[in-house]
Every structure is written in structure tokens, then in C-alpha cells.
């Protein structure tokens, strides 16, 4: 069952998978509320749905589990790379597959998840891999470090960082500099991007 709030795309995906003897699909979806009544009856083998729902794919997703806790749940990523691996750090869907792969990716990311096992685009793979990386080095930072990199994030100067913690500007320096260290990054920007990318933002 493929579920998607846009028709082209769902139209697109059915049309996709109907070309090959491998895949039945038993309904394609663009209503939240539809395919929740008609999942109930078709109990599918694997259901594709997207991030981008009428309420949102994890509310969707949530409500599949809720009612078959071993459904499996195969997601399209279509945009927002960052928030998808962060929902692979999050949850147990069955599997992540990103829009632009071909016939025969969608064939073996669903064999892999009809299988019992999970998928993970090798694109979406390689993110997730340097997002671990960089949150091992961010779980080192101390309190004080963290509560500064917040205030960086947020755009203060060092300046309005030594007024608010109470510190001196050299020290505040000195602390800037350990998170870059720890962060191994050479700039404030890749600073933020790096909080960013790892959740702590």
C-alpha cells in the first residue's frame, strides 16, 4: 500500500512498481483517513509512505503501529536530508528510501523490509554516519560549554555571553575555542551547523 498527500507522486509510485511481476500493490493513498480504513482490511506486507502527510508521517506512522505494532513501514525522503536521519536516530521505521532511486532500489529496499530486515538508503547511510560522529564529539562538552555554545547559537556576542554567565571575555574565548576543538570545526558557522545536524538545537 502506498500512502502519499500528493496524487502525482503516489500516481507516479504505483504506476513505478505495477511495471514489474514482483510488487502487487493493493491501493495507493493521498487521504490519511482513507488508508487507515482500508489498511485494516488489506493488512499489507509493507506499506511506502512519505514524511509529508495531511497531519504529519509520524502521526501517521504512530497510528499504523498503534494498531499493528509489526507493521512495516517503509518511508520516502524526498527533502529535509537532517530531519529524516534524525528520525532514523528516533524511531524504528522498517526502512528509509530516498524518491529519486529506481525500480529496482524500491524492489530491494521492499524485499529487504518484507524480509524482516531494515532498510537504509546507502546516501541516507552515509549522513547518519557522520551525525554519529559528530555526536560522539558533542556528548563531550561540559555544562558550561554547552550553555555557551546555546548562546552562540542564538547569535550572542562574547561580549553578552560574559555579561549573562558572569565570566571574563578571555574566558568565554578560551571556552569557544575547546567546543571548536571538541566539535572539530574550524568556524563559528560550521559550529552551528554542527549543533544543528546533531540535535542540539
Known sequence: MIIDDHPIVVNGLRSMLESNDVVEVLGSYHCEEAF????????PDVI???????????????????LDPGAKVLT????????????????ERAGYILAKADLQEFLQAIETVYLGERFIDPILQDHFSIRKVASIATESLTKRE??????????????????????????????????????????????VKNAVETGLV
Do not use: P, W
Open 36 to 43: 487507515m480504513q482500508e489498511f485494516q482490511i488489506y493488512q
Open 48 to 66: 511506502l509512505e512519505c514524511c509529508r502527510h495531511g497531519r504529519t508521517g509520524d502521526s501517521l506512522v504512530r497510528r499504523i503501529y498503534k
Open 76 to 91: 520516502l525522503v524526498s527533502t529535509g536530508l537532517a530531519l529524516c536521519v534524525r528520525n532514523i536516530l528516533k524511531e
Open 146 to 191: 554547552r550553555e555557551i555554545l546555546d548562546y552562540v547559537i542564538k547569535g550572542y556576542t562574547n561580549q553578552q555571553i560574559s555579561s549573562r554567565l558572569f565570566l571574563s571575555i578571555r574566558t568565554v574565548e578560551n571556552h569557544r575555542c575547546r567546543i571548536l576543538q571538541k566539535m572539530n570545526v574550524k568556524n563559528t558557522a560550521a559550529m
